[in-house]
């Protein structure tokens, strides 16, 4: 039995969302393999995943900037973002 999902920019945003939600502690390979799994039955393509993936990281690290920023230290910024 084939499930099918159309990738409406409602799934899309939601799967970029979990993405989100999962990287903030770090993704092992299994979850990788689960968020590929997932987004596939989502028919969402690999590549847009990892292009999600890509400006999930991009935003964790202008995150990090702009705590930097307004709390120069701050004890959860790692020491090369602290002043």
Do not use: W
Request: aromatic share 2%.
């Amino acid at each position: 039995m084939k499930l099918i999902v159309s990738s409406s920019p409602h799934l899309i945003a939601i799967a970029c969302t979990a993405l989100c939600r999962t990287t903030q502690d770090g993704l092992d390979e299994k979850e990788m393999e689960m968020i590929f799994c997932i987004a596939e039955i989502m028919e969402v393509s690999k590549e847009r995943v990892q292009a999600m993936m890509e400006l999930v990281a991009e935003e964790e690290e202008l995150k990090k900037k702009r705590i930097a920023a307004c709390i120069p230290n701050h004890p959860c910024l790692a020491p090369e973002y602290k002043n």
